[in-house]
């Protein structure tokens, strides 16, 4: 296969790198079609690493919880706390992980008849532990302290938490510093002292270290012989969290996380936790919840209540146990999402008019607004970055700063680059990974950081544009596109981060009988040689652009086509689709 040309989509194709021989031995051992065999190796699944990988099991994948520095610290501690009968608080993070990992925590403590007291920071009172939380704690008369998905450099609040007399407890798995907060334990996988024999293990969302941190409190209980006295919990049936929580926060889906996701989605799909299954059904999730449903069905509606409306919500709708509150808090999520997707809507047009109203002088997209909602700045740079394959950098003007959010393509590390800018005093706050950040800054340094940003990625970019390039998996003989493949590739799933559904290419097709359906989307049939058959095809959003553009106008030209194949299931029957992705002339 040679794509040397631009495809419709303005991507250059590239094949996967693969381990011939590798995939030789797959096909012989695994017994499964030579493109998914190709997949796997080039993914570095190794002959020996298959079986987890196709069937990740907690048994095989999850290490002794004690392999973490201070977690049997944190399990004594919690375990005396359920002996005990004590009244605990918890601290989470206003997005789905910290929705998940402190539902998780607190339906594991509420099996046993304790007091749990939450707090969920709204996004004005900023992330992670505060003064104010540990205020409504010591008004409770609390004393025992959990963090979730927060708390690792939170230095000030948790040091002056523990002066105080709070036994705190953090359990995060954000990146650490040397130094650690002066609290009881500090459970992370990435603390810089941690011994790195799972390396995995720093893969974890938080709600997955919290899953860890019950099942070591559950064996400090029965060690203990609580459990002859006291009924245990199945702490299996939380997975349906742990899946939601790992798949929302976009952390690679390898070692531990598949076996998460992949025993979560089973859970799920048995709809026992009142809170989800309200909110399937209020978004109309009808069919048994992949990874997909979670990213892009589910989670969006939780994340909706921290972006936009209320941050408790998810919390209350994942720990609800009656069908009737929980269809209340649904509703109540699903219109803060829409109200989320208008306010969207309307700052990322504001925003595409900045940027195409004016010539740029950096490789970048920079705007900003006095009136954009916090809540909805990272999505929009998310899309900024996909529409002008650039970094995007977007930002909401308040009364007293400036608050931001970043988005980065390859050759751009936006943690470094939100490091330099803290370090000659242009940013206030900041932090973030390669490929997205969070940051603050004064008002009146807005040109100095746009200048900053731009001299750093010119550098890093230099003068050539950049033009994406569009990985293939594989190709694949119209013939060949059927359901059989479609139902082994899904041998492959859960698909997210780290492991993305694989993008194949079906060459020489004809684009048959198109149309405008929905939203933008263009619906048509693929059709091979003469010999008859057709394959139903849709693009997503395409109605205003050249790929789209192309199917419409089509005139019996020959195209090659990228994109994902996938079973489809409609009024009880299963039929095969192609999702197109992208397109150039055959």
Same mark, same amino acid.
């Given at each position: 296969m040679d794509y040397a040309k631009k495809s419709l989509g303005g991507n250059f194709w590239a094949k996967t790198q693969a381990d011939e021989r590798l995939v030789e031995t797959l096909c012989q051992r695994l017994g499964l079609p030579y493109v998914i065999c190709r997949i796997l190796a080039s993914r570095g699944i190794t002959a020996d690493g298959a079986e987890n990988f196709l069937n990740p099991k907690l048994q095989n994948l999850m290490p002794n919880p004690s392999c973490l520095k201070d977690m049997d610290k944190a399990a004594k501690r919690l375990a005396a706390a359920v002996v005990a009968g004590e009244k605990i608080g918890i601290i989470g993070d206003y997005d789905v992980d910290g929705a998940t990992s402190s539902s998780v925590l607190r339906r594991f403590l509420e099996f046993f008849g304790l007091k749990v007291l939450v707090h969920i920071p709204d996004r004005d009172e900023g992330y992670g532990p505060s003064f104010q939380a540990f205020e409504e704690f010591a008004a409770q008369n609390i004393k025992l302290v959990v963090t979730t998905d927060c708390g690792t450099t939170a230095f000030e609040v948790l040091d002056s938490a523990a002066a105080d007399g709070f036994d705190v407890l953090v359990i995060d798995h954000h990146e650490a510093e040397v130094r650690l907060p002066k609290v009881m334990a500090v459970v992370n996988p990435k603390r810089l002292d941690e011994e790195?024999?799972?390396?995995?293990?720093?893969?974890?969302?938080?709600?997955?270290?919290?899953?860890?941190?019950?099942?070591?409190?559950?064996?400090?209980?029965?060690?203990?012989?609580?459990?002859?006295?006291?009924?245990?919990?199945?702490?299996?049936?939380?997975?349906?969290?742990?899946?939601?929580?790992?798949?929302?926060?976009?952390?690679?889906?390898?070692?531990?996380?598949?076996?998460?996701?992949?025993?979560?989605?089973? /859970?799920?799909?048995?709809?026992?936790?009142?809170?989800?299954?309200?909110?399937?059904?209020?978004?109309?999730?009808?069919?048994?919840?992949?990874?997909?449903?979670l990213g892009y069905i589910l989670g969006p509606r939780i994340n909706a209540g921290g972006r936009v409306g209320d941050a408790s919500v998810g919390n209350r709708l994942l720990c609800a146990n009656d069908a009737e509150t929980a269809k209340a808090l649904a509703e109540e999520l699903n219109k803060f999402n829409i109200e989320r997707k208008d306010i969207e809507a309307y700052v990322l047009l504001q925003a595409i008019e900045q940027l195409e109203s004016a010539p740029?002088?950096?490789?970048?997209?920079?705007? &900003?607004?006095?009136?954009?909602?916090?809540?909805?700045?990272?999505?929009?740079?998310?899309?900024?970055?996909?529409?002008?394959?650039?970094?995007?950098?977007?930002?909401?003007?308040?009364?007293?700063?400036?608050?931001?959010?970043?988005?980065? /393509?390859?050759?751009?590390?936006?943690?470094?680059?939100?490091?330099?800018?803290?370090?000659?005093?242009?940013?206030?706050?900041?932090?973030?990974?390669?490929?997205?950040?969070? &940051?603050?800054?004064?008002?009146?340094?807005?040109?100095? &950081?746009?200048?900053?940003?731009?001299?750093?990625?010119?550098?890093?970019?230099?003068?050539?544009?950049?033009?994406?390039?569009?990985?293939?998996?594989?190709?694949?003989?119209?013939?060949?596109?059927?359901?059989?493949?479609?139902?082994?590739?899904?041998? /492959?799933?859960?698909?997210?981060?780290?492991?993305?559904?694989?993008?194949?290419?079906?060459?020489?097709?004809?684009?048959?009988?198109?149309?405008?359906?929905?939203?933008?989307?263009?619906?048509?049939?693929?059709?091979?040689?003469?010999?008859?058959?057709?394959?139903?095809? /849709?693009?997503?959003?395409?109605?205003?652009?050249?790929?789209?553009?192309?199917?419409?106008?089509?005139?019996?030209?020959? &195209?090659?086509?990228?994109?994902?194949?996938?079973?489809?299931?409609?009024?009880?029957?299963?039929?095969?689709?192609?999702?197109?992705?992208?397109?150039?002339?055959?």
């Amino acid at each position: 296969m040679d794509y040397a040309k631009k495809s419709l989509g303005g991507n250059f194709w590239a094949k996967t790198q693969a381990d011939e021989r590798l995939v030789e031995t797959l096909c012989q051992r695994l017994g499964l079609p030579y493109v998914i065999c190709r997949i796997l190796a080039s993914r570095g699944i190794t002959a020996d690493g298959a079986e987890n990988f196709l069937n990740p099991k907690l048994q095989n994948l999850m290490p002794n919880p004690s392999c973490l520095k201070d977690m049997d610290k944190a399990a004594k501690r919690l375990a005396a706390a359920v002996v005990a009968g004590e009244k605990i608080g918890i601290i989470g993070d206003y997005d789905v992980d910290g929705a998940t990992s402190s539902s998780v925590l607190r339906r594991f403590l509420e099996f046993f008849g304790l007091k749990v007291l939450v707090h969920i920071p709204d996004r004005d009172e900023g992330y992670g532990p505060s003064f104010q939380a540990f205020e409504e704690f010591a008004a409770q008369n609390i004393k025992l302290v959990v963090t979730t998905d927060c708390g690792t450099t939170a230095f000030e609040v948790l040091d002056s938490a523990a002066a105080d007399g709070f036994d705190v407890l953090v359990i995060d798995h954000h990146e650490a510093e040397v130094r650690l907060p002066k609290v009881m334990a500090v459970v992370n996988p990435k603390r810089l002292d941690e011994e790195n024999d799972y390396p995995y293990l720093k893969y974890l969302a938080a709600v997955g270290v919290v899953y860890l941190l019950i099942v070591a409190v559950n064996r400090e209980l029965r060690n203990n012989g609580f459990y002859e006295e006291h009924p245990a919990p199945d702490l299996l049936t939380l997975l349906d969290l742990v899946a939601l929580g790992t798949v929302c926060d976009v952390v690679p889906l390898l070692g531990l996380n598949r076996a998460y996701v992949k025993q979560g989605l089973k /859970i799920m799909s048995k709809r026992q936790n009142e809170g989800i299954k309200a909110l399937a059904d209020v978004a109309g999730l009808n069919e048994a919840p992949t990874a997909f449903h979670l990213g892009y069905i589910l989670g969006p509606r939780i994340n909706a209540g921290g972006r936009v409306g209320d941050a408790s919500v998810g919390n209350r709708l994942l720990c609800a146990n009656d069908a009737e509150t929980a269809k209340a808090l649904a509703e109540e999520l699903n219109k803060f999402n829409i109200e989320r997707k208008d306010i969207e809507a309307y700052v990322l047009l504001q925003a595409i008019e900045q940027l195409e109203s004016a010539p740029q002088k950096y490789p970048m997209a920079f705007v &900003f607004g006095t009136d954009w909602h916090q809540g909805v700045i990272g999505i929009v740079a998310g899309k900024l970055k996909e529409r002008y394959n650039l970094p995007a950098f977007v930002m909401s003007v308040e009364h007293d700063e400036v608050k931001g959010s970043a988005r980065s /393509i390859s050759g751009v590390d936006l943690g470094a680059l939100i490091m330099a800018a803290k370090e000659k005093g242009i940013l206030t706050k900041g932090g973030g990974h390669v490929m997205a950040a969070g &940051f603050s800054l004064c008002e009146e340094n807005m040109e100095a &950081f746009r200048q900053f940003v731009g001299e750093y990625i010119s550098d890093k970019l230099g003068d050539e544009n950049v033009v994406p390039v569009m990985d293939i998996d594989g190709v694949v003989s119209f013939s060949g596109a059927n359901l059989d493949l479609a139902e082994k590739l899904q041998s /492959i799933e859960p698909f997210g981060a780290g492991n993305p559904e694989p993008r194949i290419v079906i060459e020489n097709v004809k684009i048959v009988r198109p149309s405008i359906i929905g939203s933008g989307h263009v619906r048509c049939f693929l059709s091979g040689d003469n010999n008859g058959g057709s394959l139903k095809a /849709i693009a997503f959003r395409a109605a205003d652009n050249a790929i789209g553009a192309a199917m419409l106008q089509t005139r019996g030209e020959r &195209f090659n086509v990228a994109g994902q194949l996938r079973k489809d299931i409609w009024q009880g029957k299963t039929f095969v689709q192609f999702v197109i992705e992208d397109m150039m002339a055959a």
